[in-house]
């Protein structure tokens, strides 16, 4: 019955990334400015750089360049970076990794303070923690994530010399270093997130509050404290399982920023360096995993939703 | 009948909801109904007279906003519920005094297993471990009537249809053995077979557990089969107590009476319209100074506009009527209350 499902999902993929990919193919085709160029500077003769336009498969069509680049695409082979020559899949996926362990960590941040603040906030209605609740989810969407990665990176690196300015370890080299580097852009990264989910489990709960098995609950004699935690919180979840979702998605674009601002060398980094460069072999398979990502992420939600809610059954 | 021991006793409730820039709502004026040992109680009246808003002040349950004047009482051995801490509340809630809902699709949590549901009130009252809760669920859901309880406690409410959750309701009210049952409704969204069914099961479990009911209902046939005594309300306040057999027999209140005999009847010539109350129930937020009933009654007089009538005792049955139905409704008042 699952697999049935998963199948489904899976061969209803397939179309959606030659589609997404296709069309990035397309886009970047028209972006002003010449590879060729690019690699070969002003000086270049018009002899040279037609050579390297062929080298390169740009003097053919855009079905035939989209041909081949997909049937090497299909067999494991991105193609190989106009500029460095490294193999586009190994930098993508390096890439990625770092790009991944930071959004993960900004969405997990997001997800227990966003939902722990929404909850004490409806457990003390008027307290202090409802008013600062109420602040951080109008603060975090009011203040843009370039502004506030710059203004952590004043204070706790540059003023109190706390946690590094930049750079990147990763979790499987060494556990502290990772959080220790990947802190203060995560919360910069995070902050919106924390502040839509905030505002979405409130209410989330506030609705789920009105409805008749709360007062169900309540008739049995429970406290607001259980009836929160055995009754509501389940049942407020659900939207912002969602909401995660899709911020996932959202962060995966806005890394770009975050990541430049603390020079980790990200997927997003690497994004912006491949469209200066015009390294569109480099774009494309950038392009090619955010995709694959986020349809992967889509998926995972639904998987977490039907295990949320029983009445979710996918065949 | 023999004077059975008082176990509920409502005096002078009066609720009302304030809400800033609008005038405060009179949602409840001046309740006062008893509830003894093992009685049938219901309370009648239509949408919006306040018989929601009493029971729920029974519990403790009605919105925050919906404060009670200081000399209303409710009378459960010998305290005072209105007056009663939270936590006081909770102890007296599903073990004591338990209540059933009007909607069962609703009343259930979605994502909560029906064995999950019904033992927590148990484990919360009566110290029980969860092997034993669950034995004890088994039995209750067995006695509503619930076939292969074993394998139904491990449903989802969704698996369930709306009268087998009612089922389910009123064996999870009635697990902790309560003195009082509150039912809300508790056949109003159900098919009328199924209503039926219910209302059975919910007599058969009220005699075997010696618990007395609150019936909240619109429905005069529901009352006609349930009921021992009946409190029915009118905008607000309880305009009529009686006990049922006298009350169908001889209603006092002109609204009484309205009501019944607005229900249909196979008698008669089939083109006679279905008589109905005229007019409208007036506004919480401006009540009239005499009868609230004075706009749309057949009996009123000039008294009626300027006096309240309160609760009074009129041959062993109370209403609050300067003009009560006496001798029997006249022809041509049956004709003006069509209209």
Request: charged content about 20%; proline content about 4%; hydrophobic content about 45%.
């Amino acid at each position: 019955m699952f697999l049935r499902f998963l199948t489904k999902r899976l061969l209803y993929v397939i179309p959606m990334l030659f589609i997404t990919t296709f069309i990035v193919f397309s886009f970047i085709l028209l972006i002003p400015g010449d590879p060729a160029l690019a690699i070969l500077g002003e000086n270049a003769s018009d002899e040279n750089l037609a050579q390297l336009r062929a080298q390169l498969g740009l003097d053919q069509s855009l079905l035939v360049q989209y041909w081949n680049w997909l049937t090497s695409a299909l067999v494991g082979d991105l193609g190989e970076s106009f500029f460095t020559g490294e193999s586009v899949q190994e930098a993508v996926f390096s890439r990625m990794g770092i790009t991944f362990q930071l959004v993960t960590t900004a969405i997990v941040i997001a997800f227990v303070f966003g939902t722990t603040l929404a909850i004490v906030s409806m457990m003390k209605p008027g307290s202090w923690i409802d008013e600062f609740a109420r602040l951080v989810s109008t603060m975090g969407t009011a203040i843009p994530n370039f502004l506030l990665a710059m203004l952590l990176l004043a204070v706790f690196s540059l003023s109190l010399g706390w946690l590094p300015a930049t750079g990147f370890i990763s979790l499987f080299d060494d556990p502290i270093g990772f959080v220790r580097s990947v802190l203060l852009p995560s919360i910069a990264l995070g902050a919106v997130g924390m502040a839509q989910i905030t505002r979405h489990m409130r209410s989330a709960l506030i609705e789920v509050f009105e409805t008749d098995y709360i007062r169900t609950a309540f008739s049995k004699g429970l406290s607001v404290r259980q009836t929160i935690f055995h009754h509501g919180i389940r049942n407020a979840i659900l939207p912002v399982v969602t909401t995660v979702g899709i911020l996932y998605g959202n962060l995966m674009g806005a890394t770009v920023v975050v990541e430049t601002i603390f020079s980790i060398p990200g997927i997003g980094q690497l994004a912006v360096d491949s469209i200066m460069q015009r390294d569109f072999a480099m774009l494309q398979g950038v392009v090619l995993v955010m995709v694959v990502i986020i349809i992967v992420i889509n998926f995972a939600t639904d998987i977490i939703y039907s295990l949320l809610d029983p009445r979710i059954k996918y065949e | 009948m023999s004077k059975r021991e008082t176990l509920l006793e409502i005096n002078n409730l009066r609720a009302f909801a304030e809400k800033t820039g609008e005038p405060r709502s009179q949602l409840v004026n001046s309740v006062n109904f008893r509830i003894d040992k093992g009685e049938i109680v219901a309370l009648v009246g239509e949408s919006g007279c306040g018989k929601s808003v009493t029971a729920l002040s029974i519990l403790g349950l009605n919105a925050a906003s919906i404060e009670y004047e200081s000399e209303s009482e409710i009378r459960f051995h010998d305290e005072n519920l209105l007056q009663l801490s939270d936590r006081k509340l909770r102890k007296l809630r599903g073990n004591d005094i338990s209540m059933i809902f009007q909607d069962p699709m609703f009343s259930l949590n979605p994502l909560k297993k029906i064995g999950k549901q019904m033992t927590e009130a148990l484990l919360q009252h009566k110290a029980a471990d969860v092997r034993t809760a669950r034995q004890d669920a088994e039995k209750m859901i067995e006695r509503v009537g619930i076939t292969d309880p074993k394998r139904q406690l491990d449903n989802y409410p969704y698996q369930l249809s709306g009268g087998m959750r009612q089922r389910v309701m009123i064996a999870m009210a009635l697990l902790c053995k309560p003195e009082l049952l509150i039912a809300d409704e508790p056949t109003t969204a159900l098919d009328v077979t199924i209503q039926a069914q219910i209302l059975e099961i919910m007599k058969d479990l009220q005699q075997e557990l010696d618990v007395s009911i609150l019936l909240i209902t619109h429905d005069l046939g529901v009352v006609a089969e349930m009921a021992d005594r009946v409190v029915v309300m009118y905008s607000g306040q309880v305009v009529e107590e009686a006990d049922v057999y006298a009350l169908f027999e001889q209603p006092l209140h002109p609204y009484t009476n309205g009501l019944l005999t607005s229900v249909p009847t196979l008698e008669g010539e089939s083109d006679e319209r279905i008589s109905a109350i005229r007019g409208t129930v007036p506004s919480p937020q401006e009540l009239p100074k005499g009868c609230n009933f004075y706009d749309r009654c057949t009996r009123r007089t000039d008294r009626c506009k300027k006096e309240e009538p309160l609760l009074t005792n009129h041959g062993g049955r109370n209403v609050a009527c300067w003009h009560p139905v006496v001798e029997g409704v006249k022809d041509d008042e049956r004709t003006a209350i069509r209209n």
